[in-house]
């Protein structure tokens, strides 16, 4: 009796363990579900919206300009955030504000990319803490999935204006 | 590796966030390492690509720590987690 009881909690273990496994690659490498919250991405994401996002594209060196992608913060390592790439390595960004008179630029250094929120005026991303390691892209928003009349692909920005052909 | 992100490198962590240390060869001479970054440099200074040419790294990108060398054999050891006295911080922010 003591005997079946132990067998069939070892096989549960097993399961768990196995399961566990796949459940813990499939997050790594190929995407999960995240819900973001936050003002930054409004209104093209908005608080506590559940979204898709597939790690493929970080693996595989195509993270495009324009994707959305989630990042481990670059000054607290345990906490993502989620932005727009506005520019990649080598690419011209423009470092000042909108309502700035002269406007600054700088060139993104190698191995980096430039991050902005589609909210400008409520986020956080590179005009504050500069150029983000490309190592620090955990993945890429794909769909979005919560709230459902919202669901679908995610749109074009609305900061068009914030991409500057080289 | 900041500069290139397929490319993994080996460094030694000098100083950890809120340290203060004297560079060689960086752009500034004393830097205060941010909140969640690290410094690091490698053991062969002025013939190392480390902190001291892409500055402080987040420990985002932290990858792994290595404990022991493995392979050649007459080389199989442990590595010691010692700081050269000469690369101490030169205020440690007290936890």
Not at chain 1, 32 to 41: D, K, N
Not at chain 1, 86 to 105: A, M, Q, R, W, Y
Request: charged share 25%.
């Amino acid at each position: 009796m003591l005997r079946n009881g132990l067998g069939k909690a070892f096989r549960f273990l097993g399961y768990t363990v196995q399961y566990g496994c796949i459940a813990h690659c499939a997050f790594e490498y190929l995407g999960g579900i995240v819900v973001c919250s936050g003002p930054s991405m409004e209104p093209t994401i908005q608080n506590s919206d559940i979204v898709f996002s597939e790690n493929l594209s970080r693996h595989f060196y195509c993270i495009r300009k324009g994707d959305i992608v989630i990042v481990k913060s670059p000054n607290d390592p345990k906490s993502n955030i989620c932005k727009r790439v506005i520019g990649l390595e080598g690419d011209k960004v423009c470092t000042s504000n909108p309502s700035d008179f002269l406007k600054s630029h700088s060139y993104v250094p190698k191995g980096h990319v430039w991050l902005e929120g589609d909210n400008l005026r409520n986020s956080t991303d590179s005009r504050c803490y500069g150029p983000v390691p490309y190592g620090l892209i955990r993945g890429r928003i794909c769909l979005k999935i919560w709230p459902l009349n919202d669901f679908g692909f995610l749109r074009a920005s609305p900061n068009g204006h914030r991409f500057l052909d080289d | 590796s900041p500069r290139n992100p397929e490319q993994k490198i080996i460094k030694r962590v000098i100083a950890l966030e809120g340290d203060i240390i004297k560079t060689i060869g960086y752009k500034k001479k004393y830097v205060k390492v941010p909140h969640g970054h690290i410094w690091v440099e490698g053991d062969h200074h002025g013939h190392s690509f480390d902190s001291n040419a892409f500055g402080p790294v987040s420990l985002g990108l932290l990858h792994a720590r290595a404990t022991h060398i493995l392979w050649p054999p007459q080389r199989w050891q442990k590595l010691q987690p010692t700081l050269p006295p000469e690369r101490k911080p030169l205020h440690r922010e007290q936890e």
